[in-house]
């Protein structure tokens, strides 16, 4: 008992009760793999989606980030519970200051009509060394009903 209580006092000291160092390892890991060094703190973990599920017609939405150099591709897609009027998306790249998110760009795209699943990727130029991610609204309207959803991506160090 009483070694198991030191191995549990250890990781604490060593990572914190919110794991820190093991977000900082993963910070450096990354450095180290793209080359670039980063200009701020790492920003929180923020991962979310909100999809109401008393929609009619919107059932869902995914959206993933990707650096290469010089700039971050956002990939999204919107997903409906069946063939809609139009289906779209609304994608939104945003910059980590240190302290918050500013959204650097914005882009929307609208599908082809009477469809249930749509895909596209926004591009947007940015600068090494700060932290980007996407936030994406998945939308759709059917019989003059707006539903829409939101999805917050993980966070990329720009190269």
Do not use: C
Not at 19 to 42: F, K, M
Not at 105 to 116: L, W
Not at 124 to 152: D, L, M, P, Q, S
């Amino acid at each position: 008992m009483q070694g198991l209580l030191a191995t549990a006092l250890v990781a604490v000291i060593a990572f914190g009760s919110s794991g820190n160092a093991v977000r900082a390892a993963e910070v450096q890991a990354s450095e180290a793999t793209s080359g670039a060094v980063a200009l701020t703190a790492a920003p929180p973990i923020e991962l979310f989606s909100v999809f109401n599920p008393n929609h009619l017609y919107l059932e869902n939405g995914v959206s993933t980030i990707t650096p290469t150099k010089g700039k971050v591709t956002v990939s999204a897609t919107t997903v409906a519970t069946r063939t809609v009027d139009s289906i779209g998306l609304i994608f939104y790249v945003q910059k980590w200051t240190g302290s918050s998110w500013d959204t650097v760009g914005a882009g929307s795209t609208v599908g082809t009509n009477n469809d249930s699943v749509y895909h596209n990727t926004f591009e947007k130029t940015v600068e090494a060394g700060y932290y980007y991610r996407a936030r994406t609204i998945h939308w759709v309207i059917h019989n003059g009903v707006y539903e829409e959803g939101e999805t917050i991506t993980s966070s990329v160090l720009g190269v």
